[in-house]
């Protein structure tokens, strides 16, 4: 069973920056969706940025021009570059790659 590690969250200040990572235990094969969520206290998990087809991206309309949703060869590690952060950023964020999800790392933007 494959397993997926979220890190890089924390704290920061209103536009600010943070890299978040997603590390899968063991390469695997037919990935078809890459995909960060986030999860705000009392609201629904939503998707805010994805790769689907290895190839196509798709973002949030809350974040486009300012998450970059990425990939290393391979595939085996994804990653969320996060800049101008808001507080309405704030959220546990996950990723999930085809059908598994990760743990989630929490990201606080606060000043």
């Known amino acids: 069973q494959v397993q997926l590690v979220e890190s890089g969250g924390g704290l920061v200040r209103p536009g600010g920056s943070l890299r978040l990572s997603c590390t899968a235990s063991?390469?695997?094969?037919?990935?078809?969706?890459m995909g960060w969520y986030r999860q705000a206290p009392g609201k629904e998990r939503e998707l805010v940025a994805a790769?689907?087809?290895?190839?196509?991206?798709n973002y949030a309309d809350s974040v486009k021009g300012r998450f970059t949703i990425s990939a290393e060869d391979g595939w085996n590690t994804m990653y969320l570059q996060m800049n101008s952060l808001k507080p309405e950023d704030t959220a546990t964020y996950y990723c999930k790659y085809n059908f598994i999800w990760g743990q989630g790392t929490q990201v606080i933007v606060s000043s």
């Open positions: 063991r390469t695997f094969f037919g990935i078809d969706f």
């Open positions: 790769i689907t087809d290895r190839s196509t991206t």
